[in-house]
């Protein structure tokens, strides 16, 4: 059965937009599709990602962004393993590499991370380079339970409830005007139109500081342009 979660943003205390989830099966394979609507305190803005990828072990068989209003993917990763090869496309640019081993993308190591009982500390690889997953202690959001992790780089923080079902309660991702908190309503998804119905956690225990670790981005965040 599918799944759909919603989340608020906030970007300092102040809302910055909302985010939806739909998770559903799909010829054999998993299909995550997140759309962002960035508003209120960070510039306005839409980002849909999608992502194909196995249901077992979560890693990717395609991975596509896109910006505004525009259905049509401006970035694009295709991991046939038919052929062997890793195919990228940017705009008009395509380029090929081999793929050597698995890998993941932006959203299934986040489902990667939710479906692991306990993550250790690992490395996890990505088009461009390799993740880095730190294991922090634990937290709670909304007052459930919640293991936290780290990756870097990047600087990102990600929240997964102990108990099933294991949801994604909060992400965090530094972006070019502050780290963005998206944090899981509970109650009923929130429209981008409707700012005044704001309802994050705002007690929730913050991860702990890390200004070393916070520079650098991570695939996804918040951007003033397009991917460069």
Known sequence: MPETFGYELTLGGR??????????????QLVARV????????PAGRRIQESRMQPQTFVSAAYAEAEGQSRRPHFETIFDERSGLVTLRQGKDEASQPLLTP???PLSLLLWLRASEHTPEDTVRLVGG?????VLPD????????HVYFLRPGGAYVYVEAQEPRRLL???????????EATLNL?????????????ADRGAQRPPEKPSERRGGQ??????????
């Open 187 to 199: 109650e009923r998804p929130r429209s981008a139109a409707r700012p005044d119905e704001r309802g």
């Open 103 to 105: 890998h993941h993308d």
């Open 130 to 134: 390799v993740v880095h997953v730190q």
């Open 15 to 28: 809302y910055a937009g909302v985010q939806e989830w739909v998770i559903r099966p799909d010829k054999g």
């Open 35 to 42: 759309q962002t609507d960035f508003s209120g305190a960070l």
């Open 170 to 180: 909060r992400l965090i991702q530094p972006s070019d005007f502050g780290p963005v």
């Open 219 to 228: 695939s996804g965040k918040p951007r003033r342009r397009g991917r460069g």
């Open 139 to 146: 937290s709670s959001v909304h007052g459930l339970p919640a």
